[in-house]
């Protein structure tokens, strides 16, 4: 069984347009996160919720806007999309905890053309 | 402010032994070190506290010298399995799980 896992897992689209990605959790865990991993493979967190609410807002464009319906999901939507959007989106979960290991899914590559 | 990892790259052969360091300015809560390889995503390794409690993979070994604000990744008698970039990363005050990721330093384990 996948313990976090995203759709859809390649993403190729045309600037101006309007996207989302899933991530769905099924380990019980109560924070979720979204993390941007650049060309250089600098990862960067983005967004947390715990519990559905909104822990963690970096400085990202608000054309990222994140969702989360149930605490097993977490979805990231993203308008007007722009070149320098292209990169590796993350999802991961973890207990709020001294211990909270994060797991990670397997990423969605977005490309913008 | 991101932490600083030291090599950024290195390429050992079967059996040999290496150290990741990471550094950081501010002082931390705690490290997190995690693997990832070509096209997958990051792998949980080992998380250091401050005040010395860990936990993490039984094969690899880790240090946290909270004076220094300082971490050590302590692989040994390297296996072809443990090529991949290793990533630490930082959290200040119990931050909810906000980790700030170093750089990466690229493992190469040769035959």
């Known amino acids: 069984d996948t313990a976090v896992s995203q759709t859809p897992k390649y993403l190729v689209t045309q600037m101006g347009n309007d996207k989302s990605i899933k991530c769905e959790q099924n380990l019980g865990h109560d924070t979720m996160y979204w993390y941007k991993q650049d060309s250089k493979k600098f990862l960067k967190i983005m967004f947390s919720y715990n519990n559905k609410e909104l822990i963690i807002n970096e400085t990202v464009p608000n054309r990222f806007s994140p969702k989360s319906p149930d605490k097993a999901h977490l979805n990231l939507h993203i308008n007007s999309l722009e070149l320098g959007d292209s990169a590796v989106y993350f999802c991961?979960?973890?207990?709020?905890?001294?211990?909270?290991?994060?797991?990670f899914g397997p990423g969605t590559r977005l490309t913008v053309l | 402010q991101q932490p600083v990892q030291s090599p950024q790259a290195v390429i050992l052969r079967e059996g040999e032994d290496a150290v990741i360091n990471c550094s950081s300015s501010?002082?931390?809560?705690?490290v997190h070190w995690y693997r990832q390889k070509h096209g997958e995503a990051p792998v949980f390794l080992m998380i250091?506290?401050?005040?010395?409690e860990q936990k993490g993979h039984e094969k690899i070994s880790a240090s946290f010298n909270e004076k220094k604000q300082q971490s050590s990744l302590y692989l040994t008698a390297s296996q072809l399995s443990y090529s991949g970039t290793y990533f630490c990363?930082?959290?200040?005050?119990?931050?909810?799980?906000?980790?700030?990721f170093g750089q990466g330093t690229e493992l190469s384990v040769k035959p």
């Open positions: 501010k002082a931390l809560y705690s």
């Open positions: 250091l506290l401050k005040g010395g």
């Open positions: 990363g930082t959290e200040r005050d119990n931050q909810g799980g906000k980790l700030i």
């Open positions: 991961a979960s973890s207990w709020t905890s001294d211990y909270n290991e994060q797991f």
